[in-house]
């Protein structure tokens, strides 16, 4: 199985890096969107107050967490879902790279990824004996009938946000044929000059989130990447579909991380915070990249910058990383990519403001 996999994309950077380090200032690293801010203090209180946990954890989630997930979905998406119908996952990155096998994709199935995408999409396809096919938009598909469509607003890598009228069309396209629909939704909360449309909204589905499931994780919008918290929602068939195999397969989340996403879930204090920080390094990086001769397309959303000078993104990333600034080059998601690399904004205001610095020299 593991020859079918391709390469580790960022181990190709090894030597950027390398180069980027000699920076007398020290390197600036945007090449991941990593969380670099502290984990909200009532996040950690909730972990700890939970510690003593001797029993097995629910997989599907204690009846509190489901409902909290609930809450969010209503409070900040206007989603009306069922809290029957939300599973715990033990990060989001891991639901990705398993859900064509837990759906029953293998050989033979198609599973349909968009032409810039998050190289996990095509992992999980791939881990589960599957062909994945990189498509834009639905009249990319042609005849092709695929098992499952991942869709993905804001977009990792490009930021783009899909607005409720192209979103509908897409469900309407994929209930016409029986295809589950899958939209990873895990930036949802981070729109900058649009607002992130859930494809489980009422004015999207109609109220019927039958063949849907939409992902969402807390890492981004709380600082959790270390918990690995997050939730899969959707059709309530699919879900308890999903609930079931990983009953089998032990795809548990601890219940400390259950019980401080419950409370991380109920809070939006801490994650207006998080936003604040975010849209202060966006507009200070945004502002010095362009001035650098840089072009920002899409960008409307998510933790990065898609930037472009129209040259080979190789060159850009070799250019930037003498400036000491590690960036990812477009091509690690998908060929459209070789002319755009991607800038995250999740690096402290300390090395934010260095690479201002630096991209002004």
């Known amino acids: 199985m593991i020859k079918t996999l391709p390469d580790f994309p960022w181990d190709l950077l090894a030597p950027y890096k390398h180069q980027a380090q000699q920076h007398p200032d020290g390197i600036v690293d945007l090449s991941i969107g990593t969380p670099v801010d502290p984990t909200p203090q009532l996040v950690r209180r909730a972990l700890a107050e939970a510690a003593d946990a001797p029993g097995y954890p629910a997989t599907y989630g204690t009846p509190a967490l489901r409902e909290a997930a609930a809450g969010w979905l209503a409070r900040r998406l206007g989603v009306a879902a069922d809290p029957a119908a939300i599973l715990p996952v033990i ?20 599973v349909a990824i968009p032409g810039l995408a998050y190289p996990t999409y095509d992992v999980g396809a791939r881990l589960a004996g599957a062909t994945s096919l990189t498509v ?20 990792n890598p490009t930021g783009q946000v ?6 509908r069309k897409v469900v309407g396209w994929a209930r016409e044929r029986g295809v589950i629909l899958v939209s990873d939704e895990c930036y949802a909360e981070l729109g900058w000059e649009a607002e992130p449309v859930s494809v489980l909204r009422s004015d999207v ?28 929602a959707g ?11 990983r009953k089998h397969a032990g795809m548990i989340m601890p219940a400390p991380v259950q019980a401080a996403m419950t409370v ?39 933790l990065y910058l898609w930037l472009t000078r129209d040259e080979p993104c190789w060159d850009t990333v070799k250019t930037l990383s003498e400036l000491g600034i590690l960036v990812a080059p477009g091509e690690f998601y998908g060929a459209q990519g070789a002319r755009h690399v991607r800038a995250a904004f999740t690096a402290t205001d300390e090395r934010v403001a260095a690479a201002v610095t630096r991209l002004a020299g």
């Open 264 to 302: 991380a879930l109920e809070d939006d204090e801490h994650v207006e915070e998080q936003r604040a920080r975010y849209a202060r390094r966006r507009e200070s990086l945004r502002t010095a990249f362009e001035a650098h001769g840089f072009r920002v397309d899409h960008s409307e959303g998510g």
């Open 162 to 167: 899909l607005p409720a009228e192209h979103l």
């Open 91 to 110: 990060g989001t990155k891991e639901l990705v790279a398993w859900l064509p096998t837990l759906l029953g994709a293998g050989a033979g199935d198609t």
């Open 235 to 245: 059709d309530p068939v699919l879900v308890k579909e999903l609930l079931e195999v």
């Open 136 to 155: 834009d938009g639905l009249l990319g598909l042609g005849p092709e009938t695929p098992k499952i469509i991942w869709i993905n607003s804001p977009s």
């Open 205 to 232: 589905c109609g109220d019927d989130h039958t063949g849907l499931l939409a992902v969402h994780s807390l890492s981004k919008r709380s600082n959790l990447a270390g918990y690995r918290a997050g939730f899969v």
